[in-house]
């Protein structure tokens, strides 16, 4: 992949994007993970896989993990489970935190701190259980709803990476799926994609379970005016979720209904691009992935260069 140099900003600048990431990461009440400890310790996947570059990215992690809700909440099974179970409502900025974080975790996190607390997620996951308003039972560890999370999760992070920052190329698009075959595992997704053509296969074979559903756009209302937001993305916070609803393919994108001005609008593509560049070379001391390369014996912005 392409290098080029680590963006160095003004120093309040940096302080501010410093406190507004562990604000971030580390909400009132919530757990606390230390990613620089144990020394040495490896992580679920390896410090030069190409995950580890793609996740660094708060922006593409924020555009991607959108898309991949937008495409959960289409499977009347996990929608159900999602919004029925969940503070996505209630309290969607908390929802988001934990989200953010167990993702962080999970790429970043010692071994020894990731498999326990994957474990946690799974024994939550064991008590949600319920029937969509459509009849249909359902149980958040099916393997085959598990496995349509972690799919889309693996899609719209390697997509939005792609399109907003640099290229993958179909190998590179492919590697990420493998690359989260071990950690989807843990979670219970046992039948996932082990490529970008599988992925698109299975949404192929999903196409006539998903269904437009009011629940999609409460969602996209809710990220739109979302506050809470850290202050250097809030001004930018609309485009985000309009570059999220991009990355859905066409297809489904009619199926569900999300027209035209649900997606970026004239102009907007470039400045969300543009932030997006800027995000994968700026390197905040307190992230996961900086503490992670300190953890292993690697310089601090090795992945931001």
């Not at 999602?82 to 988001?96: C, E, Q, Y």
């Amino acid at each position: 992949m392409h290098r080029n140099p680590v963006i160095r900003l003004p120093r309040s600048l940096q302080r501010r994007l410093e406190a507004s990431a562990q604000d971030l990461l580390n909400p009132p009440n919530g757990p606390r993970f230390d990613f620089s400890r144990p020394l040495g310790e490896s992580a679920l996947l390896a410090a030069d896989s190409l995950s580890w570059r793609i996740f660094k990215n708060p922006i593409t992690l924020l555009i991607g993990g959108l898309a991949a809700v937008i495409l959960e909440l289409a499977e009347p099974a996990v929608q159900a489970a999602i919004w029925g179970h969940s503070s996505f409502r209630s309290n969607p900025m908390r929802r988001l935190q934990r989200t953010g974080l167990a993702a962080m975790v999970t790429v970043y996190g010692a071994r020894s701190v990731a498999e326990p607390m994957i474990a946690r997620v799974v024994r939550l996951h064991s008590k949600v259980v319920g029937t969509t308003p459509g009849g249909l039972s359902y149980a958040a560890s099916d393997t085959r709803l598990l496995s349509w999370v972690q799919a889309t999760a693996s899609f719209g992070f390697a997509e939005a990476y792609s399109r907003y920052v640099q290229p993958l190329s179909r190998g590179g698009l492919d590697m990420v799926f493998r690359e989260s075959l071990a950690a989807s595992a843990l979670y219970g997704a046992l039948q996932m994609p082990t490529s970008s053509m599988e992925f698109y296969e299975l949404l192929g074979s999903k196409h006539v379970r998903l269904e437009p559903t009011p629940v999609i756009f409460e969602f996209l209302r809710i990220m739109r005016t979302l506050r809470g937001f850290p202050a250097p993305l809030g001004w930018i916070q609309g485009s985000l979720v309009r570059a999220a609803v991009d990355l859905i393919p066409e297809s489904i994108r009619l199926r569900l209904g999300l027209t035209e001005q649900y997606g970026l609008r004239t102009g907007e593509r470039l400045l969300v691009t543009t932030a997006a560049a800027a995000a994968d070379r700026i390197c905040l001391a307190g992230s996961p992935p900086v503490q992670a390369c300190l953890r292993l014996g690697m310089p601090a912005c090795k992945l931001f260069s």
